[in-house]
């Protein structure tokens, strides 16, 4: 508990704020910060932070545009591609060559720490990888016995996207970016028989000159014509899609919600309930909080606790997890795991927030 802690992080964000805040409560030394965008620019820096014994936190580059613009062009010359310009804010682009960059960067960290055994890592890059590839993820957890919606598997386009609903006989899905985080392009697609469809998602379409652009928006749009549709769906797949098999999701009066769980040390710990009247409900979105506990029953509480400790050992090199749960009628089912999934300010499990839990369960 008392060793130095380093943060790959982008200072001044939420994440090391609340971290160090944390630090104080417990009366330790302030961790020590690594930015991403310093790392990415001379990799000896992650060296020399870690010649002292202790432990490294990974956080997210997300909240960083010039390390979020490093990782997407060193995806592009890895995958051999053209560097795709600056993203404008918001803008879903190229996700595909994002996650080639920042896997690599991840086994730049592995390589690092194999080298400096005195280091301990919170969560293990290679997990975080595969946490990463949220269509790797969660094959990876069905093969460890967690229940998962129905994978339809990757979409190549709007023609492949009707042929797989076709084959699985399907009329509702959804489809998410395999390297996507916090609802960013994930749609909600529905079709009846007389034809009509439905695509309800974060994703704004803008198309102009010739060219379909999309953008992360806080504000749920909704396509009906099967031209703005296929647009969408091929916008995301060329940046690698998948589908899933629709889950109905609990209801609380007249909304819905699934859950959030951090499990910490391999234990479910905190978790909240994420309430809301659209299809995603994620907290960024508006969506509010609601007490896990209070909606609920035994059986229901029972099956969170069992299947996020299932989720927590197919990640065993990961000390701190976020996962997303729908769960009903006595059975959960994972939507994602999230290396990254301990931001929920002010939640509180047994007296300590998310931060103070994973420093002091070690």
């Known amino acids: 508990m008392h060793t130095q ?38 990799p000896a820096l992650l060296e020399e932070s870690l010649r002292q014994p202790g432990r490294l936190k990974i956080e997210p580059p997300g909240d960083d545009a010039a390390a979020h613009l490093l990782l997407l062009h060193a995806g592009c010359r890895l995958q051999d591609r053209p560097p795709v310009p600056a993203p404008d804010h ?10 080639a960059g920042f ?7 592995a ?23 949220k269509l790797a993820c969660q094959r990876h957890l069905a093969a460890h016995g967690v229940p ?36 960013s392009g994930v749609v909600a697609y529905r079709r009846n028989r007389a034809g009509r469809q439905q695509a309800t998602t974060s994703a704004a379409l803008s198309q102009a000159e010739g060219r379909t652009r999309l953008f992360n928006v806080k504000r749920m749009a909704r396509y009906e014509t099967e031209r703005d549709i296929a647009a969408l769906v091929d916008a995301l797949a060329a940046q690698e899609l998948y589908a899933e098999a629709w889950l109905n999701k609990p209801r609380c009066g007249d909304s819905h919600y699934d859950l959030r769980v951090v499990t910490v040390a391999g234990r479910p710990a905190h978790r909240v309930a994420r309430i809301g009247d659209r299809m995603m409900t994620n907290l960024h979105l508006d969506n509010r909080r609601g007490d896990a506990a209070g909606l609920l029953n035994a059986a229901d509480l029972a099956a969170l606790e069992e299947t996020a400790a299932l989720a927590a ?21 994972a939507l994602e795991a999230n290396a990254f ?19 002091t369960h070690v």
């Not at 999934?341 to 420093?359: C, F, H, K, M, S």
């Open 90 to 99: 918001g803008e879903l682009l190229a996700m595909d060559a994002w996650f």
């Open 103 to 109: 896997a690599a960067a991840m086994q730049a960290v």
């Open 111 to 133: 390589a690092q720490l194999a080298v400096q055994s005195h280091v301990q890592v919170y969560n293990a890059p290679a997990e975080i990888i595969l946490m990463t590839d």
């Open 313 to 333: 050992r197919a990640f065993p090199a990961s000390h701190v997890t976020g996962y997303d749960l729908v769960v009903r009628h006595g059975q959960a089912h």
């Open 148 to 183: 998962i919606p129905t994978l339809l598997g990757p979409v190549a386009g709007y023609a492949h996207l009707q042929s797989l609903l076709h084959e699985h006989d399907l009329d509702r899905a959804y489809l998410k970016p395999r390297y996507g985080s916090s609802a």
């Open 341 to 359: 999934g301990d931001l929920l300010p002010g939640l509180l499990w047994q007296g300590a927030d998310t931060y103070a839990a994973q420093l």
């Open 5 to 42: 802690l380093t943060l790959l992080a982008t200072a001044g964000s939420k994440r090391v704020r609340l971290m160090q805040a944390a630090r104080a409560q417990l009366r330790l030394p302030p961790a020590r910060v690594l930015e991403w965008r310093d790392w990415l620019a001379q």
